[in-house]
């Protein structure tokens, strides 16, 4: 006969339930907060928390949700960032790429590159690189290039130094700049969750499309563009920028090489406004 069967029960769940206490039992009397489940500090909690009673320090919680920054997010005027809007703050921005630390600004409008009497003066701006369309699709030095197009006329760019001049709460004149062919790329390759930021903004929505749905970057056109001299009006584009779309078919925004006239011609494509944070 086992020995066990003449135990009584309640005696042998008893004893289970001692065992399975015991590692408690220990950790109570060795004031281990962290074997008793209380392994969070305060700052990591979302809602109630329960203290350790031989550590207050100690908690048990629910955990807090760790913010990631990520295109669409909204910028305030303060450089912070979230996905939501929050009470209380100025929202100026969107964010475009959390590496870069850049975001466009909420609002857009139509600027030519350069204005109509730039055929008249110059073809190529000083100290600004003419760049190939491969080479326009990695820059990324919008504000540089802001800078070079503001030193060399204040009325011969309009759209540079619209962005230059530009100013929010919380932002100066030159905080914002008109963005590269890089950064317009990494914008509009992101058009939904963009979109949503913006209207989560109350801002303007990106468009898509060609002619008057294009961004004006601030990337110049390589030098076979600009010219040799003479009246150039006629031959459709100069040594101006490169402009942006996406056309949304294949959900890929490109350089349209064959539409930087409109850079200069009219009243110019959109513009964006970008801002480093």
Same mark, same amino acid.
């Given at each position: 006969?086992?020995?066990?069967?003449? #135990?009584?029960?309640?005696?042998?769940?008893?004893?289970?339930?001692?065992?399975? =206490?015991?590692?408690?039992? =220990? @950790?109570?009397?060795?004031?281990?907060?962290?074997?008793?489940?209380?392994?969070?500090?305060?700052?990591?909690?979302?809602?109630?928390?329960?203290?350790?009673?031989?550590?207050?320090?100690?908690?048990?919680?629910?955990?807090?949700?760790?913010?990631?920054?990520? =295109?669409?997010?909204?910028?305030?005027?303060?450089?912070?960032?979230?996905?939501?809007?929050?009470?209380?703050?100025?929202?100026? +921005?969107?964010?475009?790429? &959390?590496?870069?630390?850049?975001?466009?600004?909420?609002?857009?409008?139509?600027?030519?590159?350069?204005?109509?009497?730039?055929?008249?003066?110059?073809?190529?701006?000083?100290?600004?690189?003419?760049?190939?369309?491969?080479?326009?699709?990695?820059?990324?030095?919008? /504000?540089?290039?802001?800078?070079?197009?503001?030193? =060399?006329?204040?009325?011969?760019? &309009?759209?540079? %130094?619209?962005?230059?001049?530009?100013?929010?709460?919380?932002?100066?004149? +030159?905080? $914002?700049?008109?963005?590269?062919?890089?950064?317009?790329?990494?914008?509009?390759?992101?058009?939904?969750?963009?979109?949503?930021?913006?209207?989560?903004?109350?801002?303007?929505?990106?468009? /898509?499309?060609?002619?008057?749905?294009?961004?004006?970057?601030?990337?110049?056109?390589?030098?076979?563009?600009?010219?040799?001299?003479?009246?150039?009006?006629?031959?459709?584009?100069?040594?101006?920028?490169?402009?942006? %779309?996406?056309?949304?078919?294949?959900?890929?925004?490109?350089?349209?090489?064959?539409?930087?006239? $409109? @850079?200069? $011609?009219?009243?110019? &494509?959109?513009?964006?406004?970008? #801002?480093?944070?």
């Amino acid at each position: 006969m086992n020995v066990y069967s003449k #135990i009584p029960l309640y005696l042998l769940s008893a004893g289970l339930t001692f065992a399975a =206490a015991a590692p408690v039992l =220990a @950790a109570c009397v060795s004031n281990d907060c962290s074997a008793l489940g209380y392994t969070k500090s305060e700052s990591a909690c979302s809602g109630d928390i329960i203290r350790c009673p031989f550590d207050t320090s100690k908690v048990f919680c629910k955990e807090k949700e760790v913010y990631v920054m990520a =295109a669409g997010d909204l910028l305030y005027s303060d450089k912070t960032t979230s996905k939501n809007m929050i009470e209380g703050k100025t929202v100026i +921005g969107v964010v475009v790429d &959390p590496s870069r630390r850049i975001a466009s600004y909420k609002f857009e409008t139509n600027r030519q590159w350069a204005s109509s009497n730039y055929y008249k003066v110059q073809m190529d701006v000083p100290n600004l690189p003419n760049l190939t369309d491969e080479q326009a699709k990695n820059d990324f030095n919008g /504000k540089s290039n802001t800078s070079a197009l503001v030193i =060399a006329s204040t009325s011969l760019y &309009p759209a540079a %130094n619209y962005c230059y001049n530009l100013t929010t709460v919380g932002t100066s004149k +030159g905080d $914002w700049y008109l963005p590269a062919a890089g950064e317009l790329l990494l914008m509009l390759n992101k058009f939904n969750q963009m979109n949503i930021g913006f209207a989560k903004a109350a801002g303007t929505q990106l468009t /898509k499309g060609y002619s008057r749905a294009e961004y004006n970057s601030s990337t110049e056109t390589h030098n076979s563009d600009c010219g040799g001299g003479g009246d150039v009006s006629s031959r459709g584009y100069t040594c101006a920028s490169y402009v942006i %779309n996406y056309s949304g078919d294949d959900n890929k925004a490109s350089i349209d090489s064959s539409n930087r006239y $409109w @850079a200069v $011609w009219s009243e110019g &494509p959109r513009v964006r406004c970008f #801002i480093k944070f």
